[in-house]
């Protein structure tokens, strides 16, 4: 319990780890296959990672201004957390929909 700091360091970085993993294999799949579905993903993953440097950065900065302050650009960047978030899972979702489509062809061609 004495170093709780540690515990936050660790937890971001792996969590900023497994946010470029993913950035990654969005860059892979847009690459091999251009679309809506993976435009979205892309963008999603992108975005989670500036909005993750952001908040910290915001959040150092309201927290030397005052407490008030911090409470509010934690609310507001909660809240604007979500849109890269909604923006890959409308990816991933299409994403599916299409394979699934593909998987149905592949059936029918081969009955």
Do not use: D, H
């Amino acid at each position: 319990m004495e170093n709780l700091e540690a515990f936050y360091i660790l937890g971001g970085a792996i969590n900023g780890i497994f946010k470029l993993i993913i950035a990654a294999a969005c860059v892979i799949l847009l690459i091999r296959e251009r679309n809506l579905a993976t435009i979205f993903m892309c963008i999603g993953s992108i975005l989670t990672i500036f909005f993750s440097l952001g908040s910290v950065l915001w959040t150092t900065l309201a927290a030397s201004r005052s407490s008030e302050a911090l409470i509010r650009s934690n609310a507001i960047m909660n809240l604007a957390a979500q849109i890269p978030v909604i923006l890959f899972a409308i990816g991933i979702l299409l994403f599916a929909l299409q394979y699934g489509k593909k998987i149905a062809l592949l059936k029918k061609l081969t009955e």
